[in-house]
């Protein structure tokens, strides 16, 4: 079992910049990517940023340049935010695999409004 806790949203201007945190305890070492996704109201969970361990990061077009995704250690990711849009607002959450299984943090939301 993996525990996922993400810190770090909150309410920006267009423009602007965040950078959201996650830790991940109990079973890391056995944790082979992780990675954030997103879910706005009335919309699926989108891919944000996923980084295997070992590997390239891997973005979709919406967010490539604009956000950053980085393993500092075995047990925490984070993602630089920068050159906010208000189409980023969303609940943010950090996503880790561990030996097949699927582990999902409580979520974060960012605002992104004037």
């Known amino acids: 079992q993996v525990q996922l806790v993400e810190s770090g949203g909150g309410l920006v201007q267009p423009g602007g910049s965040l950078r959201l945190s996650c830790v991940a305890s109990g079973s890391i070492f056995n944790i082979n990517a992780m990675g954030w996704y997103r879910q706005a109201p009335g919309k699926q969970r989108e891919l944000v940023a996923f980084?295997?361990?070992?590997?390239?990061a891997a973005y979709p077009d919406s967010v490539k340049g604009r956000f950053t995704i980085s393993r500092d250690n075995a047990n925490t990711v984070a993602l630089q935010m920068n050159s906010l849009k208000p189409e980023d607002t969303s609940v943010y959450f950090c996503?880790?695999?561990?030996?097949?299984?699927?582990?999902w943090g409580q979520g974060t939301q960012v605002t992104v409004s004037s």
């Open positions: 980084k295997p361990s070992g590997g390239d």
């Open positions: 996503y880790a695999n561990s030996n097949g299984n699927h582990y």
